[in-house]
Structure formats: C-alpha cells, structure tokens
C-alpha cells in the first residue's frame, strides 16, 4: 500500500505529534508499505532524508513559494497525487488548510483520506483563539471530517468528543505506537527490567515540553512540595525543555518553588532516553489534559511506575492494567496518594505491569496493523 502522509512534520521535534506520525510511518514500513510524509513548505535536509530511508520512509518537502507559498495551489495538489499514486492519503493534525486543501484534491479524484486531529478538537484546544478556530471549524474543517474515509482517533474519550462534534462520522481508535527504533524499544531488546531502588530519595521522573497549563507542572511542583513535607524524602527530574515563548514563565515557576528538589536534565532522547527511565522510580504526569502522551507509554514500557492526572486520557487504561496510579489535580489529595504508593506499593511489580501493558498495547507490530484495518475499512464505502 501506497501511504501519503500530510504533515507539517520537524524531525527530531519534542512535539507528541510529531513523534507519533513518525513513529506510525515507521511502523507500517516495517510491514512492507511504502511511506512518505509530505510537507509543504518547508525543505528536509539531506540528513534528515538520510535518517528517514533508512527507516523505510521517505520526506518529501515542498519548499515555499510567494507570500502563500506553505499552501499548495490546486494544480500542486493534483500533481503530487498524480505522480505519487497513493492508495489512501492520511492529514495530519487539525485547522490546516494545507488539509483542507489536499483533502479536497483528494475527493475529486477519488482518493480515500484519513484525518487525525491529535487532540485538537477538545474544548481545551477551542480555548485559544476560539473565534478563529470555530469559525474555521464551521467553515472548512466540519466538511473535511465528514467528508473523511474515517477519522483516526488515538482514545475512546477522543473518538467519543468527535462523535459529538460531528454526529454519523465514522471513527476508529487506533493508539500512538512506541518509537521502532526508540528508548522503548532499546529498552526492550536488552530485556531490561526495572532495577532493586537504590537508596536515598524517591525519584520522580518527567520527559516532556514545560508548557505549564497544558502539562500542569505548576500543580507538579505544588504536588512534589505537599509530598515532601510530610512524606519520604524525594527528587523531581525533569527531562525536556521550554519553547522561547514559554521560557520565562518556566523560569518564574522554577524561581517560586526553589525549595522543590529539582534536577532539570535537559532534552535525551535515544541511550540517554533509556538511561533516564531506568533512574526513575516512578514516572509523573500531571496534565490538565492530555489525549495520549508517547512518554507515558515509553517510560511504561522500560518498567517504569505511571502516576497520571485523572485528566489524562490514559488514566482508565493504566489503572484497569495495573500499571500505576491515577490522582486527582488537587495536590493535597494528590501528595497522599502519591506518598502511599511509594512507601506501600510494589514499584517494582508495578512495572513490570506497566510494561506488559505498553508492549501488548503500543508494539509498532501491534499498531500498524490496526492502521492498516483503518485504512480498509476508509477505502470501503459507507
């Protein structure tokens, strides 16, 4: 099968949704599609080409023209469907008109497509900038949805929300998968498991943006001070970065919480991804929200204990599976819950379900051919 994936994509990104466009890419052509990851307005390195075909994938960017030059003209569209004959087209993320644009390209020549919205559409998203956004969702991207093969959803609670959205769409859920040739599966090759906890403070780790409202970390730093007032002695390590626009907010909460034990590391990815997870005795989440979170089934997946926010989407799997603990948002509650859990729990057995859970569940194997499913039942008629 032919695989055209449409996506404003930046290799290496911190991004969640980048890495899980990759990492499903890398996974189909595992199973022997072929794979390309299109992007309009922006050029690959030959680095970047390099890394990807050695995956099997191929990047192919359209590079910038004129002032609209990072939108395809209608000509452009058909071409790259005319040359590269996909079999179904999948658009990647939501308010895109460059979608919006391949989409209808896609429909009048009768192509199948496939949208993802990663979590764009929850109320949460709608909060920024709503008038601009719900206009465009009335406008353009209501018709794109129902106009869709099928609609990739990443969670139930997804797959719910834009069912309500837009009532008759069909939906399937299919989850982010672990990375082919990632932390997690680094982890898993070597057979690794968690480790004796060594002495000294408990270490909380989490890998991710400092973007402070989505990922709550101001009620991290609150829950991690409540914790250590009247628990066991812990560390927070943060692995990850601000983006330039969140930086001195970042800055500001480091500055109010500086009797926190904090240990920022900085970005890791690879080895040194692998080696944070194995350090860490349990893995934090805090989120306001969040829909899927890659870290969360990458640290599950090196045997590491998930303690999740009830805002997260894969709060309900994680505790069905035995794989940590949910808390609620109020840290207080969530200090004592968490406390308990490192003084009375078995860490270890803990995760050793967390990794059975994130192997059966997120495997590239297991993943990509529920894709392919998804792709069947888009290119079948309704």
């Not at 032919?2 to 189909?28: E, I, K, Y």
């Not at 994938?57 to 004959?85: D, Q």
């Not at 093969?149 to 797959?159: D, L, M, N, S, V």
Request: proline fraction near 6%; charge should be positive.
């Amino acid at each position: 099968m032919r695989v055209l994936q449409v996506a404003d994509f930046v290799p290496r990104s911190v991004h969640g949704a980048f890495h899980a466009v990759w990492n499903v890419s890398c996974a189909l052509s595992r199973l022997g599609h072929e794979v390309t990851i299109l992007t309009w307005g922006r050029r690959f390195s030959d680095e970047d080409k390099r890394e990807a075909r050695e995956q099997g994938v191929e990047l192919l960017g359209m590079p910038r023209r004129g002032l609209f030059g990072s939108l395809p003209s209608k000509a452009e569209a058909n071409s790259v469907l005319r040359i590269r004959k996909p079999d179904i087209v999948h658009l990647q993320y939501v308010f895109s008109p460059t979608n919006y644009l391949m989409g209808r390209a896609a429909r009048r020549r009768g192509l199948p497509y496939v949208v993802s919205s990663h979590g764009g559409l929850y109320p949460a998203s709608f909060s920024r900038r709503p008038l601009k956004k719900w206009s465009y969702w009335y406008l353009l991207e209501r018709r794109l949805f129902r106009n869709a093969g099928t609609i990739h959803c990443i969670t139930e609670r997804e797959k719910k929300h834009i069912q309500e959205l837009v009532p008759g769409v069909r939906a399937r859920v299919v989850p982010n998968c672990l990375p082919v040739n990632g932390a997690a599966e680094t982890v898993s090759s070597v057979g690794a498991v968690r480790r004796e906890r060594a002495p000294g403070p408990f270490r909380l780790g989490y890998l991710g943006r400092f973007a402070i409202a989505h990922k709550g970390l101001d009620i991290l730093f609150e829950t991690v001070r409540h914790s250590c007032a009247g628990g066991p002695p812990l560390e927070l390590h943060l692995y990850g970065k601000a983006r330039k626009l969140e930086a001195a907010d970042f800055t500001r909460l480091r500055e109010r919480y500086e009797d926190v034990p904090v240990v920022d590391h900085g970005p890791v990815s690879g080895r040194e991804k692998v080696k944070a997870f194995t350090n860490m005795d349990a893995y934090i989440q805090m989120s306001r929200w969040e829909v899927f979170g890659i870290s969360i089934i990458e640290a599950a997946a090196a045997g590491v204990p998930l303690i999740l926010s009830d805002r997260c989407d894969l709060a309900e799997e994680v505790e069905r599976h035995g794989a940590g603990i949910v808390v609620p948002l109020d840290p207080a509650r969530a200090s004592r819950s968490i406390c308990d859990f490192l003084r009375n729990g078995s860490l270890k057995e803990t995760g050793r379900a967390a990794r059975r859970w994130a192997l059966s569940a997120f495997s590239p194997g297991v993943v990509g051919r529920q894709m392919e499913n998804l792709y069947a039942e888009a290119s079948s008629p309704r």
